[in-house]
């Protein structure tokens, strides 16, 4: 762009009262699209308005800035800090309950967070998808429904949870295949069904700037057991969602602001597989004996 064909409008003195206003004035001259212009508008006044209310200090600014500076700086391609930064505050939440408005009745959704991958297994239903020897072992049976209560069919239905120590497959150096993760697809009547195992609580990664702010703000890293969900079909909206298991240590103290309200998986004993026949699973454990 040419600077000397850009119109930009006289600058007044400034002072603390029309930065706010000069600053939205140099940042439109040059036309930019109305959606940007929007948001960078917004964004200018919300930041003038929080440096103003607060009497924001030269040293807050700069400790913010180098704090900000460390949050990009730890980032990796299998780390990424500023959404960690973005789940602490609720932002994640809150934008994505903006974006994606669901009707009554229906899931709420729950923040994707770091560890969902795309080199999940695709399996069979009753199949193995966590195989940590130290975990207690899981059966879970679910129904895909539409609001009316409808079973949904062929729903894609992603999965992923921890091992038993709290981490998930990537987060082990020498992970060579994915493992507490899979793929499956609703039947007829819009069930899936695997076996995992227990979720356990675990830390978000703390070692970093976010970690940091939490210990400095006295609160914990942990986030309570839970299992992620992300449900995929041609012409629906997708949805991820996490159950959260009942009686969890932190079911009430999250770190994370992750979803509106808990959906809450109950786990139940069961001592033999003809209580799978009777509650309808009829094929689990068909092929390993488990
Ligand atoms: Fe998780």
Redesign the pocket.
């Known amino acids: 762009m040419d600077p000397s064909k850009v119109n930009i409008p006289p600058l007044k003195d400034l002072t603390i009262d029309n930065i706010t206003e000069n600053v939205n004035l140099v940042n439109s001259a040059g036309n930019p699209s109305p959606r940007l212009r929007f948001l960078l508008d917004r964004l200018t006044n919300h930041l003038h308005d929080y440096a103003r209310e607060t009497r924001l200090s030269q040293g807050e600014w700069l400790e913010a800035i180098n704090f900000l500076t460390a949050t990009g700086q730890i980032c990796t391609d299998v780390r990424q800090e500023f959404i960690l930064l973005s789940d602490i505050f609720g932002l994640s939440l809150l934008v994505d309950s903006i974006d994606h408005p669901k009707p009554a009745g229906s899931t709420e959704g729950t923040v994707l967070?770091p560890?969902h991958t795309h080199d999940a297994e695709v399996l069979e239903n009753g199949d193995v998808m966590a195989h940590d020897e130290g975990g207690e072992k899981l059966l879970a049976v679910c129904t895909v429904k539409d609001i009316n209560g409808n079973p949904i069919e062929g729903v894609a239905v992603d999965i992923?949870?921890?091992d038993s120590t709290g981490h998930?497959d990537v987060q082990h150096p020498g992970r060579d295949r994915p493992d507490g993760r899979c793929i499956l697809k609703s039947d007829a009547e819009g069930r899936f069904f695997f076996r995992g195992i227990v979720p356990v609580p675990?830390p978000i990664p703390h070692d970093g700037p976010v970690g940091q702010l939490l210990l400095r703000l006295g609160r914990h890293p942990m986030?309570p057991s839970?299992m992620?969900f992300m449900f995929n079909k041609a012409g629906w909206d997708s949805l991820t969602t996490?159950l959260y298991l009942r009686g969890d240590p932190y079911e009430t103290s999250e770190c994370l602001s992750s979803t509106l309200s808990y959906r809450v998986l109950v786990t139940n004993k069961v001592y033999s597989r003809c209580c799978l026949w009777r509650e309808g699973v009829p094929h689990c454990g068909a092929r390993d004996g488990g």
Do not use: C
Request: charged content about 20%; overall charge neutral.
């Open positions: 967070g560890f992923w949870e921890t998930y675990y986030r839970h992620h996490a």
